[in-house]
T-cell receptor, first 109, second 114 residues
Framework: GQQVMQIPQYQHVQEGEDFTTYCNSSTTLSNIQWYKQRPGGHPVFLIQLVKSGEVKKQKRLTFQFGEAKKNSSLHITATQTTDVGTYFCPYNAGNMLTFGGGTRLMVKP | DAGITQSPRHKVTETGTPVTLRCHQTENHRYMYWYRQDPGHGLRLIHYSYGVKDTDKGEVSDGYSVSRSKTEDFLLTLESATSSQTSVYFC?????????????FGDGTRLSIL
């Protein structure tokens, strides 16, 4: 089925380094949502982007939605150990979300 | 957090036994979902509901059934559990009244089938 491809699958960074994960779709998206799941926890909704070219910030996290609404990115500035977890950008099929494997971020202190 | 309660939180049972997981919400949201999460597979949708007695299949529905007789409760049943159904199960609700709105998740049920 349709899905959003996310890269990378895994990323190790040193604490203080920046991190970016990318989501790409072959079709135009109505919106894109981002979720974070800490190890042993449940997914937590972070943000929803709706408009072409939209950029939103949450403290050290910057979310972008591409001009063609086919891609999105999450950038974390100066990672901290609290950023550890898996980040998802599921495909929104209208009534349901299709989650891929996400990007697992590991931060070395 | 969005008033979602999953029960039980942990369960160990034997192959061939029936198992029912419950998801309870306190905010009358229309859409409710059941996912399973396994290492290397991310979250996979099992079934979802868009209202009382209105349900539909997800990506991995074989071996599972659901029921929603009240807005607040969404039940997931494994009629005859198999070891391949050992997993972490998450319930979620879609806030905002539409299925494409952000989802809030319960804490999960860790199910082990021996």
């Amino acid at each position: 089925g349709q899905q959003v491809m996310q890269i990378p699958q895994y990323q190790h960074v040193q604490e203080g380094e920046d991190f970016t994960t990318y989501c790409n779709s072959s079709t135009t998206l109505s919106n894109i949502q981002w979720y974070k799941q800490r190890p042993g926890g449940h997914p937590v909704f972070l943000i929803q982007l709706v408009k072409s070219g939209e950029v939103k910030k949450q403290k050290r996290l910057t979310f972008q939605f591409g001009e063609a609404k086919k891609n999105s990115s999450l950038h974390i500035t100066a990672t901290q150990t609290t950023d550890v977890g898996t980040y998802f950008c599921p495909y929104n099929a209208g009534n349901m979300l299709t989650f891929g494997g996400g990007t697992r971020l590991m931060v070395k202190p | 957090d969005a008033g979602i309660t999953q029960s039980p939180r942990h369960k160990v049972t034997e192959t061939g036994t029936p198992v029912t997981l419950r998801c309870h919400q306190t905010e009358n949201h229309r859409y409710m979902y059941w996912y399973r999460q396994d290492p290397g597979h991310g979250l996979r949708l099992i079934h979802y509901s868009y209202g009382v007695k209105d349900t539909d299949k997800g990506e991995v529905s074989d071996g599972y059934s659901v029921s929603r007789s009240k807005t607040e409760d969404f039940l997931l049943t494994l009629e005859s559990a198999t070891s391949s159904q050992t997993s972490v199960y998450f319930c979620a609700i879609s806030v905002g009244g539409q299925g494409d709105q952000p989802q809030h998740f319960g804490d999960g049920t860790r199910l082990s089938i021996l």
